[in-house]
């Protein structure tokens, strides 16, 4: 039963399976829904850092279609891989740079975040996607927690986690597909 399991591993959730991939984009669609319904259900207006959060969200969506069209071979499948774990290595940044203006959002001396979104002039989401890129709340207004944990740190987890995956997964992806399909089937 065990044997059966780690093969099943081995051919469905490394980077060379497509189902890997599947599972990514999954988790973007979820991670996106969930800001959509902070934002929309729960009337929780996302800052300008939220923005970029949710941006850096997209590229996990982005990465996971690259690695489910393109994931057989070395190079593209180290492609979608790096895009996954600069766009967790990024968010990582911004969260806790966001996580920043929560602890310091009673000090009046203290650095606030911008109000209106700052992306490059070839890649607007703002514009293009109001509804989901526009900025319309404030930073520093923690006033959702679960488990005692802020939103922000929540999301501060979230990418940790994603970061160390996507790494292991970068040193995953330089093995070559036949090297899989050869410990799965002779291994055990």
């Known amino acids: 039963m065990i044997k059966k399991l780690l093969v099943l591993i081995v051919r469905f959730f490394f980077p060379h399976s497509r189902v890997f991939w599947l599972l ?31 941006a850096c969200f997209m590229f996990f969506g982005v990465a996971a279609i690259f690695g489910m069209l393109h994931c057989k071979n070395i190079i ?33 001396f203290a650095a ?20 989901v890129f526009a900025p319309t709340g404030i930073c520093g207004d ?8 802020t939103m922000v740190q929540w999301i501060i987890i979230i990418y940790i986690c994603n970061l160390a995956v996507a790494g292991l997964f970068i040193l995953l992806s ?12 002779h291994r055990y």
């Not at 597909?177 to 410990?183: A, G, I, M, P």
């Open 174 to 185: 330089l093995i070559p597909q036949s090297k899989y399909d050869f410990w799965a089937s």
């Open 112 to 131: 606030s975040c911008g109000l209106v979104a700052n992306f490059p002039s070839w890649f607007k989401l703002d514009v293009w996607l109001p509804a």
């Open 76 to 108: 593209t499948r180290l492609i979608p891989t790096a895009i996954w774990a600069v766009s967790s290595g990024w968010g990582l940044l911004i969260a806790l740079e966001h996580r920043g203006y929560e602890l310091t959002r009673d000090d009046p």
């Open 24 to 54: 990514l984009f999954l988790g973007f669609m979820f991670y996106e829904a969930c800001g959509l319904y902070f934002q929309y259900v729960l009337k929780l207006n996302p800052c300008i850092e939220c923005v970029y959060e949710r």
């Open 142 to 149: 923690a006033t959702w927690s679960f488990a005692g944990l």
